[in-house]
């Protein structure tokens, strides 16, 4: 069974989200025979790749003078988590980030990425914003540092898989992020609380297993076919 996560790593809800999951996941009795992919998702991607700012300059600029005490109430909700949560952290573009994990997909260490972003950029108000920091990332989640600079210096290096990623969130109604889809047919929008994201699993898991009985047939000769499990 395939979950996928549309998300963003300076998306403070996708942060607080990809704990919740991973709580429910770990308590799902079919953990091991899940896939989870990460899909890319730009809350800004008009963003210009060299402009970085501190968070609350920028949620002051949007938002207007209330715009820091909106991410000190999320940083309740993360702390009550048990994450650590930075308000004093940068924004910037992350379309670089996004491009880097689609080639961590194909070497097998997509997830382990993805939380080093998050706790980098929330638990630390460490930069995930230049090449230099990306290229340390990949190290420490198991991938080789050159190649992921050369990733990172061809522009349109798994940028095609981007774009394709965003077309489809829009393609299955997302209008924001967190957004995951279990299995291809349920979804879920927003940080769900755990149980809500246990109750998807077993849900998509019970469809899941259906799915894969309604090929099964018996024969003239009395042998009935029993898919593997």
Not at 30 to 40: A, F
Not at 118 to 127: G, Y
Not at 166 to 176: F, I, K, N, S
Not at 196 to 219: I, K, M, N, P, Y
Request: proline fraction near 5%; charged fraction near 30%.
């Amino acid at each position: 069974m395939r979950v996928e996560i549309w998300s963003d790593v300076i998306c403070p809800w996708c942060y607080i989200a990809d704990t919740r999951f991973e709580k429910a996941l770990a308590d799902f009795p079919h953990r091991d025979q899940v896939e989870v992919v990460h899909r890319s998702f730009e809350l800004d991607p008009g963003h210009d790749g060299t402009h970085v700012e501190p968070v609350p300059s920028f949620l002051r600029r949007r938002f207007g003078p209330q715009g820091p005490a909106m991410d000190e109430q999320v940083a309740v909700r993360a702390r009550r988590e048990g994450l650590d949560y930075r308000t004093d952290r940068q924004v910037g573009s992350t379309l670089d980030a996004h491009r880097l994990l689609h080639w961590a997909k194909a070497q097998g260490r997509q997830q382990r990425l993805v939380q080093l972003l998050f706790e980098t950029n929330f638990a630390r108000a460490e930069s995930i914003f230049t090449h230099d920091a990306l290229v340390a990332l990949a190290a420490r989640a198991g991938l080789d540092a050159e190649q992921a600079r050369r990733v990172l210096d061809d522009p349109d290096a798994y940028l095609d898989a981007v774009r394709e990623d965003e077309r489809a969130a829009g393609a299955q109604g997302a209008q924001g992020v967190p957004f995951l889809v279990f299995d291809s047919r349920g979804t879920l929008s927003g940080a769900q609380p755990v149980s809500a994201l246990r109750d998807a699993l077993e849900s998509a898991w019970a469809e899941h297993e259906t799915e894969d009985t309604e090929g099964a047939v018996c024969t003239p000769d009395g042998t009935c076919a029993v898919p593997e499990a």
